[in-house]
């Protein structure tokens, strides 16, 4: 069974850093397209970055030079390193995968700008 779970959210203040993670179990993150998306209050989810199965990584402008995505084979995890956060980087944070023809989600992470 596919499950991805979020953690490592919280609040910090502006110019802080949060490190995300998102568990993957039920298939190898090795193997798919791993995407961080986020949604702020009352506005649709954007992408944020994605990393493929070889490794082509791709962020959105807004976060080009202060997020980091990576992955841990042996963990099977996948993470989201955010450096000088913005207010307007709050929102809740998911990590999905599309597995033909599904894509799969989790429940998200709380991420919290201010100060």
């Known amino acids: 069974q596919v499950q991805l779970v979020e953690s490592g959210g919280g609040s910090v203040e502006p110019g802080g850093s949060l490190r995300l993670s998102c568990a993957a179990s039920g298939f190898a993150v090795t193997t798919y397209r791993m995407t961080w998306v986020r949604q702020a209050p009352g506005k649709q989810r954007e992408l944020v970055a994605t990393?493929?199965?070889?490794?082509?990584?791709h962020y959105a402008d807004f976060v080009k030079g202060r997020f980091t995505i990576s992955r841990d084979d042996a963990k099977n995890t996948v993470y989201l390193q955010m450096d000088s956060l913005k207010p307007e980087d709050t929102a809740v944070y998911y990590c999905n995968t599309l597995i033909i023809p599904t894509v799969y989600w989790g429940r998200g992470t709380q991420v919290t700008v201010s100060s």
């Open positions: 990393i493929s199965e070889n490794d082509d990584i």
